[in-house]
């Protein structure tokens, strides 16, 4: 069964902080991976995915994450955060074998500081 | 740019009593996903939905519940007989066809059962 652990509950950092999200997935397949950010009273919306070819892709908004296959790792990026960053950060994974359902992490608050 | 709207983005209803969630899905999509989030949990999928017909449920939707594409633009999620456990977030999600192409999501339907 397919299934994805996001390390961090809750996240706080100052303005211009580094900020680095992990995620870890189980899947026995090929895997697409994806993030999606909820800011607060907003919908789900897709930050960046990966399907295939450079592990490192990049995404809306000065977000970046890199697909690490021997560690089974999608980690969420971004050199230095704003304050507008503040919102809830899910990983989620899905692929052909699950009709491409997603299976999402319990997902990470982030709150920036200004 | 295209959106996938859900209608009420509120409802609230008595134990027992059938509620009907509303979503139009981005016009040219053809996949169909219910997912729900209750309080403090992950995000969980329960249905897929295509070419009229259920593709893959998960363990939550049981008889309760089912879905329906009633004309070209509507999908709907019903629960025949709520319970105080149904209380969540319910979205809807679509996609065109393609296995790795983006599932959009509304914002929600916030469901009370009291």
């Known amino acids: 069964a397919q299934s994805v652990s996001q390390h961090n509950h809750h996240v706080i950092l100052s303005e211009a902080a580094s900020l680095e999200l992990g995620c870890n997935y189980s899947?026995?397949?090929?895997?697409?991976l994806f993030w999606y950010v909820q800011y607060p009273g907003q919908h789900l919306q897709l930050l960046l995915k990966y399907f295939s070819g450079d592990p490192l892709v990049k995404g809306i908004k000065g977000f970046e994450a890199e697909f690490i296959k021997s560690k089974f790792s999608f980690n969420l990026r971004k050199p230095s955060v704003q304050w507008s960053d503040t919102a809830e950060y899910f990983c989620?994974?899905?692929?052909?074998?699950?009709?491409?359902?997603?299976?999402f992490g319990k997902g990470t608050l982030l709150t920036v500081n200004p | 740019e295209p959106e996938v709207t859900q209608t009420p983005s509120h409802q609230v209803t008595q134990m027992g009593q059938e509620v009907i969630l509303r979503c139009v899905p981005i016009?040219?999509?053809?996949?169909f996903y219910w997912y729900r989030q209750i309080l403090g949990q992950k995000v969980e999928f329960l249905v897929s939905f295509y070419n009229n017909e259920i593709s893959e449920k998960s363990e939550i939707f049981d008889d309760q519940f089912s879905v329906e594409r009633p004309d070209g633009s509507n999908f709907t999620l019903k629960i025949r007989s709520t319970k105080l456990e149904d209380s969540a977030m319910y979205f809807c999600a679509s996609r065109v066809v393609g296995g790795a192409d983006t599932q959009y999501f509304g914002p929600g339907t916030r469901l009370t059962v009291l």
């Open positions: 016009s040219n999509h053809l996949y």
């Open positions: 989620a994974v899905n692929g052909k074998g699950s009709n491409y359902k997603l299976t």
């Open positions: 899947y026995g397949g090929t895997v697409n």
